[in-house]
C-alpha cells in the first residue's frame, strides 16, 4: 500500500518546465515557469530547486530547454556539438549530487546516438525527460515499500534534511519510507532536525509531512543525541547525494554527526536513495566533491547577521557518512547491506 501525496516538485508541460519555488517555502507554495537552458542553470545553482533527484530531472529539463533554443542550427552536427556542450555546461550548475550529472548525461546518450534530424532529437530528448520524471515517482515508491518494513510499530523516525517530495519529483526517498510505513501504521512519527544553515528540515520536511497530515516535531540540530539517549529516537533514516561504491555516503552537513550519535546508541541508521544516486565510479566517499556555499548562508538568518562582522565563515554543504556507520541502503531494487563493496555491485548487475 503506498501514501499519495499531491506534491509534484517538477514537471514538463507544454514545451517548459514548471516547479515549485523551493526558496519561499514555507512562507509561500508557489510554482514558477523556467522556459530557458540558462535560467535552468540558475534555478538550479540558486536552490529554487534542490534535493539530488529533483536536481536531476531539472537537469534534463534544462538539456530540452538547451536543444529549443539551438533548433535552427545550420546542421544536426552543429546542434548536436552545440547541445553536448551546454548538457555539459549544465552539470556544473551544481557539484555534489550525481543525479544531475547522471539524467544530463542520460540526455548526453540520446544527443550522440540518436539518427533523428534535430526536431526528431528534441521530441527523443522530451521524451527522456518525462520519462526520467515518471519513473523517478515510481522509484520513490519502491523505496518507500521497500523501507517500510523495516520501520518498527509506532516508532520515531528522525531525518535530516529534506529527502521528501519537495527533494524528488514526488513522494520522496526517506520520506517517502515515512509515507509508506505511515500508509500501514499511522502511529508513527517523525522528528526532523532543523538542519543549517540553509534550514531545509525546518523550512521543507515540517511543510510536507504538515501538508500530508503526518506528525513531525521539529528539533534543532544539536539535540538528536539527547532524544536519542532518552530512547525517543527508533531509527534514522536519510537521503543521499552521492553514494560511493563502498557504501561511504554524502548527504546534507550535518547528517555524519546524527550518524555517530546513532551508532553510540545502537540505533540503525539508513540511506534512502535510487541507484541513480550511486556512483561507482568513485571507490569511497573521499572522491566526493563536497560543495562549498555561500558564506552569508551562515552569518545570515531571513537576510539578519546573526554574528559579529568579519568573522571566519566556512560553509561545506554536505559530508561523508562511513559505510561502517550505515546499517542498510534503501533502494529501489531492496535494501543493500554491508558488505556495500559487493551489494552495490549486485543491485547494478540484477
Ligand atoms: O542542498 P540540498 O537541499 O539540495 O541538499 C539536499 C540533501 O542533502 C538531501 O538529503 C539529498 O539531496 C537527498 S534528496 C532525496
Known sequence: MTFESKI?????VDGYSRMVDQTVIPYEYKFINVTSGDDMYNAIKTMIVRGAPAIGIAG???VVLYAQALEHSSS????KAKLIEKAQYMK???????NLMWACEKQIEIIKNSNSDIKGIIEELTENAIKLENEDIEINK????????????????LTHCNAGALATVGYGTALGVVRSAYAKDNTIQVFADETRPRQQGARITTFELTMDKIPVTLITDGMCSYFMKKGMIDMVVVGADRIAANGDTANKIGTYTVAIAAKYHNIPFYIAA???TIDTSIKTGAEIPIEERSHEEVTHINGKRICAEGVNII?????????ELIAGIITEKGILRPNYNQSIAEAFNN
Open 92 to 98: 556544473t550548475s551544481r557539484p555534489t549530487a550525481v
Open 76 to 79: 544536426v552536427e552543429e546542434f
Open 60 to 62: 534534463a529539463h534544462g
Open 8 to 12: 509534484k516538485t517538477i514537471e514538463w
Open 315 to 323: 560553509n561545506p554543504g554536505f559530508d561523508v557518512t562511513p559505510n
Open 142 to 157: 519502491k523505496i518507500g515499500e521497500y523501507g517500510s518494513e523495516v520501520v518498527p510499530k509506532g516508532a520515531t523516525i
Open 274 to 276: 535510487p541507484l541513480s
